[in-house]
């Protein structure tokens, strides 16, 4: 794991969030690039002695200095747009997966297993176990395979909400009245955690999301004893 990565973002648990690493990555290298040539102009206009008194214009360097920010931005709208359509690409999704917003939890729906539904609301701290993540864990939680590509069909019952797992990538509006669809694919086992991410009333910081992503026998034997 990269140095910036370690301190700025969560792992990742998907190839998508893989990517958006890579675009972090070489934006910034790009912003330091222009830091350091700025700074050293500044420096140098700063501290050297020469001036020329009847210089008035330069169109060498402003055509200079007009051209390069064009192209610079070029380098990184590129793999924005290429980002932009792979987050929002759906392709042949195995397990379709429904999440509602409500003031101030979530409920899930797999309409694909009989009609599996559940609400999931956050641990209270006086319930808590040793084992649970504070703020973070919830009772029921989300549960889906991984290595299996996932749409989630987000909506909401009040106000907006937006469900996300950053380590996944995802990050999708919920807005009453409209379905919003996402998708993922986690490339490992383990609990994602994720929160509300549209300021949503007094208790928006207390609606996390927890996926528990599975190997697809357990998913299939935790559907068989949740129907």
């Not at 932009?84 to 729906?109: F, R």
Request: aromatic share 12%.
């Amino acid at each position: 794991m990269a140095t910036w990565e370690s301190v700025l973002l969560q792992d990742s648990s998907s190839p998508l969030m893989e990517q958006l690493y890579f675009f972090h990555d070489h934006t910034l290298l790009i912003l330091v690039m222009i830091t350091i040539l700025v700074g050293t102009i500044m420096g140098n206009l700063m501290f050297n002695k020469f001036i020329h008194r009847f210089l008035l214009e330069g169109q060498l360097i402003e055509l200079i200095w007009t051209i390069l920010p064009a192209i610079t931005l070029i380098f990184i709208a590129l793999p924005s747009l290429k980002l932009i359509y792979i987050i929002d690409e759906v392709n042949n999704p195995l397990i379709t997966i429904k999440t509602i917003g409500h003031q101030w939890y979530w409920s899930y729906e797999y309409s694909d297993f009989k009609n599996i539904e559940f609400d999931s609301f956050m641990i209270p701290t006086n319930n808590m176990k040793n084992y649970n993540f504070r703020l973070l864990d919830v009772d029921n939680r989300m549960v889906a395979p991984f290595l299996t590509p996932i749409r989630m069909i987000v909506t909401a019952a009040d106000v907006i909400h937006s469900w996300t797992i950053p380590s996944l990538g995802t990050k999708v509006d919920a807005t009453p009245g409209r379905l919003n669809q996402t998708s993922f694919l986690a490339n490992r086992a383990g609990l994602f955690f994720g929160q509300c991410s549209e300021i949503c009333g007094a208790n928006h910081s207390f609606m996390p999301i927890t996926l528990e992503s599975v190997t697809l026998n357990s998913f299939i034997k935790w559907i068989n004893m949740t129907s």
